[in-house]
Structures are given as structure tokens and as C-alpha cells.
């Protein structure tokens, strides 16, 4: 076999239902391992392509003029060119590497590949969990695919990819906390939150000084990737051991190998799943693989090898604990996995905090301690849940719910007397069926409860007192139902409004767009009296119903004057427009300039 050859390669569908096209060319240099080199090449030329193969057709190729492939299995190769000369066509030669056949011959190598739609077809006929196991996440060891090439090629294919928002957001998914609402208590914890029950059975103490040995140790130099897990390991299970004696025994981390694998650590926690990932890394140079990427990997491995996990994964979102270690050591972040479906969704909980000496101090160490706090509470949740949902399995989740939000009740509000004296009515139980978003930033959705629609919705703030006072005036939706739920977030239920149409959509004669615009002024100068400002009456947010009503919508912004205030400066330029004063806090000569500017987009004069 003569060296330093360039063969040209080609792509084309097994059963001849695509023209070959030609990919890219290669250089054999030799016979030997080059070979496997020029499979891989050509595997990562078809993920280049969006191009999925089966599994058991990783990268099968074919010379052009193999007889097994005539015209009439393949119509198509007959047309693909010979660009080398007859005398540079050598004999055959044939290697196996385990199940995969590589043929090849200096000519026009072809990579025959079964459609991806029906791989589709055929994925989608089998349970999430199913699909899971076959994923091409799990295809190879967690080390080697999340190094930088495997990583971004994954990340190619729509339904394989995780779910982290590279290379670009992965939309229509809620926030971590909304999916499973540990993460929100994580979170509530690391931010300072000390109002939580589960703080008071930590034994406190007993966790601080674990977390200044873990500092300490992985501040220290390791030459062996080996040793630094093993230096930490001891304080990282002193760390999740640090509990109330009264409390269940935790479930050690440790290393485990399966498959032909050997694992970072994890925590093999209620029933054999495993609730906690830990990866180590010394150094990230050259083409290491990426930490918390080897972490979704991690979870993945062991989520298709647990029979427990087989049970609830058609059932539930399946939260995990990511933590990695890096770069020397002394660097720590911890991340929140989630499964959506045979995906999993992959989110930072903190930024990267310091184990050197120099952050003890600093905030940075009460903020690992912080971190580390959460991640005790994070893990009992997890082994809680899923002792609890083994007892009694939920029902399957309908493939258009995966990326929904995993809340199903809120509290009631204004809260009546009955439903205070009876705490089995404090909650009213809906469930979500679809998002109507228009807007990705806004996570607004459609729900049922006792058989009839309603709209749910999530925000970072809200004003419950400026909607009843509106929904009273008979100018907003009623509102149903108002929680603080973990992380920050709100829920807010409120009655659907059918056919409602935005104020500047609805064709109406001089007199109709009077009557609105006065109505408008009388609900905003009541609610001035009452010391209440919206602060975002655009035509955005003022609908009219099907029976001609004016509502005002989105409260979020709305509280008392003088003390609510604009999130940041990066505003719709209308809310901007006009206003004199530099700073956030919304005034009542807000709510009239915007109004102002809103009502006379809907004048003859416009």
C-alpha cells in the first residue's frame, strides 16, 4: 500500500434513497492503526454532516466498486467518478476491529449509513428509558465522550445532545427548580436562606471541619490522577455524613467499576441509584475531557445499569447532584442533572469556588461551606423522593410533558376562611399541559384543574395585591392562587380569558377606543390612590376579553410607590421613553406617561 495517499470519501443512504455526496478527503499514511484513525475520521465527518448512524453501524466502508454493492442494491453508486487512476487501484484488504467491518481500497471510499429518520422511527417506539440505554451518550466511556471532539459532535443531533445551552440555549426549558424543586431549595440555602427545616437536623459543626479538611487537601499538589480522589474521598463522605444521629446512615461515595469502566465517585443512595456524581481532574490542558460534561456521562452510565432507575424513569424527571473538582484541585463547582425524557438537562448551581488557603478568609469559603450545606439537604431530598415514589409510582409522564414544569398545586389566594380551616382545601392541584409562550423569557403556561383551563405562570417577582385589587375592579383575570416556591421563583394561577385580543389588535370605532382608554385611567388612578403603581402598562399587558372588557395582565413590577422598582436598565424603550429620573424606582408619572403613550397608539391619529 503505497503512503501518504488521499482517497476522497463519500456518503451515501443504504438504500439508495439519497444521491452520494462527497464529504471530505483523507490521507492514509500507513497500513497500520491509521486505519482505525480513518473510521474515526470518517464517523466524526458524518456527525459534521448531522448524519446519525445505528449502533451497530458505527462507520462501515466501502470502496466504490465493491460487487457486493452493485447498481441494483445501490442505484446510485454507479454515478459516483473515479478520480484516481486504474494503476493505483491496489487489491483489497480487509480489517475487523470488534463488530465493525473497514474495507478499503485507494479509490473512492463510500460510508454507508441507514436514514436517520428512520433510526427516529424507530427510537420513538421504544419507553424513555429505552431510548436511554441506546443513547449515544452512554456509547463510550464518560472520560473519552466528554472530551472536546466526541462533546461537540453529540451536541450536533437534537435529540442525543445534553441538554446545557452550547452551543446555543436549548429553549422551551424551564429553570432546574422548576423541574424538581430540590435544586431550589439548593440554591435558597447557598444564597443565605436559613428559613428551611431540613438546616436544623445538619450537624453544623461536624460539616465545617470537613469542608476545611477537603480545602485543605485538594489545595495540595498530586502527580497521580488517582490520588487526589482518593485524598479527598475520606472528607467528602464526612461532609455527607455530617446529619443528626437520628437520621438514616448515608450511603458512602465511592469508585465502582462497570462495564469495562472505572468511575469518579458517586453515592449509590436510595434503592442503588445513585443521587450524588463526583469528577476529578488534575489539569485541564490539551484534550482533556470537559468536568461537568463527564458528569452528565457519569449519570447516564449509571441510570441505563440501575434496575431501581428503570422503574421511575418513565416517571420522573431523575435529579442528580454534579460536583466537580479541577485544575489542580482546588477549584469546585456543583451542578444540577436532571433527566427530560432519555435527555438530561445539565445547569451550574454556584460558580467556581476556591479551596486555597486564601479564600478561608474571604466570602468565597462561606460560600463552599454554603455550597456543601446545600448538597447535604440536596441529597436527602433525593433519597427521600425516591424511597417515597417507589411505594407508590406516579403515573407515566405523556412525552409532551417532559419539559414542562414538574409543579402541580399551588396556594390559594386570597386564602377564605373555609380553605384556612381546612388544610386538605389550602392548595388548589392543576395540571400543566403546554406553555403559551410568545415570549421565551416568559415561562407562562395552560393548565387544568377540576376540568376547566387555566393559566399558570412563573416569575422572579409579583405584586398579588395589585392584581386582586384590579381582578376586584373587574379589569384583571381573578387570581386563583400565589407561592413563593424554591429559588426564587413564583407561581401565580389565574382564570383563563378566552378571545382575548391586545388592545392595539382590536378593531373598534372612536367611541369603543373611549370608552377603553377611560376605563384604563379610572382602574390605574384607583390603584394610585390606593399607593399602588404598575409600572408596565404597554399594549402588551392590557387585553380586551370576548365580551369587551379592558384587563390589565403582568403584575410583575407592580407594589407600592416609591418602593417597587424596574429589575434593570435593559427596558422596553417605551418604558424609557420620556422618563427623567435615573434610578429603578417605579412612581406613579410612570404608569401615566406609559399609559399615556399606550392610548394613543389606539387614537384616529395614529
Known amino acids: 500500500m503505497p503512503t501518504h495517499l488521499t482517497v476522497p470519501i463519500y456518503v451515501a443512504n443504504s438504500d439508495g434513497s439519497r444521491r452520494p455526496k462527497h464529504i471530505t478527503r483523507y490521507t492514509i499514511q500507513d497500513e497500520g492503526t491509521n486505519l482505525c484513525a480513518l473510521r474515526d475520521f470518517a464517523a466524526a465527518s458524518l456527525d459534521d454532516c448531522g448524519i446519525e448512524l445505528p449502533e451497530n453501524l458505527l462507520s462501515r466502508l466501502l470502496v466504490l466498486d465493491d460487487p457486493l454493492f452493485s447498481p441494483p442494491a445501490i442505484p446510485m453508486l454507479k454515478d459516483l467518478p473515479h478520480e484516481l487512476p486504474d494503476d493505483q487501484r491496489l487489491g483489497w484488504d480487509e480489517w475487523t476491529f470488534s463488530s465493525i467491518r473497514i474495507h478499503e481500497k485507494e479509490g473512492s471510499v463510500v460510508i454507508l449509513y441507514e436514514s436517520g429518520k428512520r433510526r427516529a422511527e424507530q427510537m420513538a417506539d421504544l419507553s424513555e428509558f429505552q431510548q436511554a440505554k441506546k443513547a449515544k451518550l452512554i456509547s463510550k466511556s464518560p472520560s473519552e465522550m466528554s472530551k472536546p471532539l466526541n462533546y461537540e459532535a453529540i451536541q450536533k443531533s437534537p435529540s442525543e445532545r445534553i441538554l446545557d445551552d452550547r452551543p446555543t440555549a436549548d429553549e422551551g426549558l424551564p429553570p432546574v427548580p422548576l423541574l424538581y424543586s430540590g435544586f431550589g431549595h439548593f440554591l435558597d440555602i447557598y444564597n443565605g436562606c436559613n428559613d428551611f427545616s431540613e438546616l436544623s437536623i ?147 448551581l454556584t460558580p467556581t469556588l476556591s479551596c486555597l488557603v486564601a479564600s478561608a478568609n474571604s466570602d468565597d469559603r462561606k460560600r463552599l461551606r454554603r455550597a456543601f450545606a446545600a448538597a447535604l439537604v440536596l441529597d436527602m431530598l433525593i433519597f427521600a423522593d425516591i424511597c417515597r415514589l417507589l411505594k407508590q409510582l406516579p403515573p407515566t409522564i405523556h412525552p409532551d410533558r417532559w419539559r414542562l414544569p414538574a409543579v402541580t398545586q399551588l396556594r390559594k389566594y386570597p386564602l377564605s376562611e373555609s380553605s384556612a380551616e381546612n388544610p386538605s382545601d389550602v392548595h388548589l392541584d392543576f395540571q400543566i399541559e403546554h406553555d403559551q409562550r410568545s415570549n421565551p423569557s416568559r415561562l407562562i403556561y395552560i393548565a387544568v384543574s377540576e376540568g376547566q383551563e387555566i393559566v399558570i405562570k412563573f416569575t422572579r417577582s409579583y405584586c398579588p395585591r395589585l392584581h386582586t385589587f ?57 390603584f394610585h390612590e390606593a399607593g399602588l403603581v404598575h409600572g408596565d402598562l404597554r399594549d402588551s399587558n392590557i387585553v380586551v376579553d370576548g365580551e369587551g372588557r379592558v384587563l390589565l395582565l403582568d403584575f410583575d413590577w407592580g407594589g407600592l410607590d416609591g418602593e417597587a422598582t424596574y429589575p434593570t436598565w435593559s427596558l422596553n424603550p417605551q418604558l424609557l421613553e420620556g422618563r427623567t429620573r435615573h434610578d429603578f424606582i417605579i412612581r406613579k408619572e410612570d404608569d401615566k406617561r406609559i399609559l399615556e403613550y399606550t392610548l394613543s397608539l389606539t387614537s384616529d391619529d395614529r
Open 470 to 526: 384590579c381582578a376586584e375592579l373587574g379589569h384583571a383575570p381573578n387570581l386563583l392562587a400565589y407561592e413563593r416556591l424554591p429559588g426564587g421563583w413564583f407561581g401565580v394561577a389565574m382564570a383563563y380569558i378566552p378571545f382575548a385580543r391586545h388592545l392595539s389588535d382590536c378593531k373598534a370605532d372612536a367611541a369603543e377606543r373611549l370608552r377603553w382608554g377611560n376605563q384604563l385611567s379610572e382602574v390605574m388612578n384607583r
Open 202 to 348: 445538619l450537624d453544623l459543626p461536624r460539616l465545617q471541619v470537613a469542608v476545611e479538611g477537603f480545602a485543605e487537601a485538594m489545595s495540595a499538589f498530586f502527580t497521580d490522577e488517582d490520588a487526589r480522589p482518593d485524598a479527598g474521598l475520606p472528607f467528602l463522605n464526612e461532609i455527607f455524613s455530617s446529619r443528626k444521629s437520628q437520621l438514616p446512615s448515608f450511603a458512602h461515595l465511592h469508585a465502582q467499576s462497570f462495564r469495562s469502566l472505572r468511575t469518579d465517585e458517586h453515592n449509590i443512595a436510595a434503592y442503588n441509584a445513585a443521587g450524588t456524581v463526583v469528577v476529578f481532574k488534575n489539569m485541564l490542558t490539551g484534550n482533556r475531557s470537559i468536568p461537568e460534561v463527564e458528569v452528565a456521562c457519569y449519570v447516564a452510565q449509571l441510570n441505563a445499569r440501575s434496575k431501581e432507575v428503570s422503574t421511575l424513569f418513565d416517571r420522573w424527571r431523575m435529579p442528580y447532584l454534579g460536583i466537580t473538582v479541577v485544575e489542580i484541585g482546588h477549584q469546585v463547582t456543583f451542578y444540577a442533572v436532571i433527566s427530560v425524557g432519555h435527555q438530561y438537562r445539565l445547569v451550574s
